[in-house]
């Protein structure tokens, strides 16, 4: 009788490679550790960005309960505070999928293990796989559909991703407790090793371990470098060939800089925007005033040097905006001195982003503004003329285009 090979997955002669082992899989396993932990906080802190202390029309998450625990006024400054951990969060996660993947293929032979479950202990162990499994590659593929397609699943992302990070990431603080101690005394002995990973009938080695993370590593290091650039921005934005490609052609010039929505996509008219018909209403304690554009250029102008930067993890390089203070504005509608947050209103009629809240602290901030030129010329129809908001250190989505409406105090 000749030895056949084993047919199943569950047989561990059906995994032939040679490279499978517990050094190898506990290599990926200590930089998924790093990168992961990274990860979560960092997307913890993107979401205390868009729902700056519970403020109620930024919350994509109403029902998230105690998960909102952590949430604080997001700050104005550094101003490039969001700049920073999203193009962290969205870069790294990129980054790390080819580890992820070599991870998972590196212990895949357990996945098939029979029988199921040995003993109770095993069955939740098993469980608690099956998590972090799934909950990791529901993170990453939302978090990169969302990237890539511009917010795929409109309205649900937040959600999405939010409530899965969680379960994910409690999988993932069971695991590495469990595991840790074990990866860690693997790396230090290196190759000899005796796991269940082994495979015990190899086939022979085309490419040694360290060559095998290697190549892992030079995948990581490609998709490093396909998508830094789009948080960099400026020139290196060219070299970002993976950043989404769906975006308007921002053309050249002082507006010549990456557009989120254009002013076609979100259903503005030059009849919306047209000087005779465009009217800045804005509520307060004392009640209603309503600006054309010439009386808000009446109003002292400030300036300020602010990115752009959004959730998918691209950011502009610091543009030089110019129009009226919020806190003046504010001013004007009888809050002095210390004024509220405030609710803004787009002229846009749909769309998830047509209106924003801001927080007590980005209104008082003196680079805050409600800007009518950016790099010394009107603004564009695209990037929101004839007005927009413009705030330090804030997600891109805060920044609404197209502003109609600015209702301050109690939202
Ligand atoms: N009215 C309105 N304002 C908006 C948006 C929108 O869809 N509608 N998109 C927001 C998002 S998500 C970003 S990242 C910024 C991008 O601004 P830009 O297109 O001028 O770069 O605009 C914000 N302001
Ligand atoms: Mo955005």
């Not at 003993?119 to 593929?141: D, K, Q, Y």
Request: with cysteine; aromatic share 10%; hydrophobic share 45%.
């Amino acid at each position: 009788m000749r030895d056949h090979p084993p047919r199943l997955p569950s047989s561990p002669g059906f995994w032939r490679s040679p490279l499978r082992g517990s050094w190898f899989t506990s290599v990926l396993g200590l930089v998924l550790l790093v990168g992961i932990t990274v990860l979560f906080v960092t997307g913890l802190v993107s979401y205390a960005a868009y729902n700056p202390d519970l403020s109620r029309v930024n919350d994509q998450t109403p029902d998230k309960g105690i998960l909102g625990f952590y949430l604080f006024a997001w700050p104005t400054g550094p101003v490039w505070l969001y700049r920073f951990t999203q193009g962290l969060h969205v870069t790294l996660g990129i980054t790390l999928i080819p580890v992820l993947l070599a991870k998972l293929w590196s212990v895949v032979p357990r996945l098939f293990a029979l029988p199921p479950a040995r003993s109770v202990a095993h069955a939740l162990e098993r469980i608690s796989l099956l998590l972090l499994v799934g909950g990791g590659l529901f993170e990453f593929t939302t978090g990169v559909l969302n990237v890539q397609l511009e917010y795929v699943f409109p309205g649900s992302f937040y959600p999405l991703h939010f409530y899965g990070a969680w379960v994910f990431f409690a999988a993932f603080v069971a695991h590495a407790v469990l595991k840790a101690p074990t990866a860690l005394r693997a790396v230090r002995r290196r190759p000899r090793e005796e796991s269940d990973l082994v495979s015990p009938r190899p086939e022979a080695p085309t490419v040694s371990r360290r060559g095998a993370l290697a190549l892992v590593g030079g995948g990581s290091l490609l998709l490093f470098l396909t998508t830094v650039g789009q948080s960099l921005g400026g020139p290196f934005r060219r070299t970002a060939l993976l950043a989404p490609h769906g975006a308007a052609d921002p053309g050249g010039g002082p507006n010549g800089f990456q557009i989120n929505k254009t002013a076609a996509y979100a259903g503005i008219t030059p009849a919306d925007t047209h000087r005779d018909g465009w009217r800045l209403v804005v509520t307060g304690r004392t009640g209603t005033v309503r600006l054309s554009r010439t009386e808000l250029l009446r109003l002292p102008l400030h300036s300020a040097s602010l990115p752009i930067a959004c959730v998918e993890g691209w950011s502009t390089a610091d543009q030089w905006w110019r129009g009226v203070r919020l806190r003046d504005l504010a001013a004007l509608v009888g809050h002095d001195g210390d004024p509220p947050d405030v609710f803004v209103e787009s002229l846009q009629r749909h769309g998830a982003f047509r209106r924003a809240a801001l927080r007590a602290n980005q209104v008082a901030d003196p680079r805050s503004l409600l800007a009518l030129y950016v790099n010394g010329e009107e603004l564009s129809p695209d990037h929101g003329y004839p007005a927009r908001i413009i705030v330090p250190a804030a997600p891109g989505v805060l920044n609404t285009k197209w502003v109609a409406r600015l209702t301050f105090g109690d939202l």
